[in-house]
């Protein structure tokens, strides 16, 4: 079946720093790819939707400078947690979809960000 | 505008008991609708998916869900739950924007 990997799984870095986190479609080519965050014991928060070739479109309230989202091929999307701090730690997932609205989206297993 | 209601915040179930998680969905048209499980620290595994036809819908791990569109509701049931089956649930219903929405989620607890 169709599998999207997301890397990495789970990183600790230090306040000011940047984090790039990867979402690749392993087995199809995703037109759009999605970026959610989740807190604890929440429901995922849509923060943007990704599609290739062009710029993301963010969710209101969602600092586009904060989270910049690369779409650079049907296969790969990065989020790049800028100038990260404390209060953007948090679980990151991603996913990918073929395009056809009765699919669904495929996720990647998450990644867990720890900003210290 | 598209929402979802998962009203049970919290279900606890013993092993080998059924099991339903309700699910309430607003939605102008005809709506595509789905349930995930989520694993603490894991991404989300589909479990099912209605698009149309039969409303009572088939899925991995023993689940079904069954469509009613006069309740607007797409509830997720097991007739014998597992110890395995205890994680996070979330229904969802796409727009036609392709846009997923997400209920709050329902935990669920499994008692040996």
């Known amino acids: 079946g169709a599998v999207v990997s997301q890397h990495p799984s789970w990183v600790i870095c230090k306040s000011g720093t940047s984090v790039k986190i990867e979402c690749r479609s392993l087995?199809?080519?995703?037109?759009?790819m999605f970026w959610y965050r989740q807190f604890p014991k929440q429901s995922l928060m849509l923060m943007a939707t990704?599609?290739?070739?062009?710029?993301?479109?963010?969710e209101q309230g969602v600092e586009k400078d904060k989270f910049l989202i690369n779409h650079a091929s049907l296969t790969l999307s990065t989020l790049t947690v800028t100038s990260a701090h404390p209060e953007d730690s948090s679980f990151y997932i991603c996913?990918?979809?073929?395009?056809?609205?009765?699919?669904?989206?495929?996720f990647g297993d998450g990644t867990r960000l720890s900003i210290l | 505008a598209q929402s979802v209601t998962q009203p049970d915040i919290h279900i606890t179930v013993s092993e080998g008991a059924s099991l339903e998680l309700r699910c309430n969905y607003s939605?102008?048209?005809?709506?595509?609708l789905f349930w995930y499980v989520q694993s603490p620290g894991q991404g989300l595994q589909l479990l099912l998916k209605?698009?149309?036809?039969?409303?009572l819908v088939q899925g991995i791990k023993g689940f079904e869900a069954e469509f009613k569109r006069s309740q607007s509701s797409f509830n997720l049931r097991k007739p014998s739950v597992h110890w395995s089956d205890a994680a996070e649930y979330f229904c969802?219903?796409?727009?036609?924007?392709?846009?997923?929405?997400f209920g709050t989620g329902t935990s669920l607890t499994v008692i040996p």
């Open positions: 209605y698009f149309s036809g039969d409303t």
């Open positions: 969802a219903v796409v727009s036609t924007g392709n846009q997923f929405y």
């Open positions: 087995d199809f080519q995703a037109t759009t």
């Open positions: 996913s990918a979809f073929a395009g056809l609205s009765n699919q669904p989206q495929h």
């Open positions: 990704s599609n290739e070739g062009s710029k993301a479109t963010y």
């Open positions: 939605y102008g048209a005809t709506p595509y």
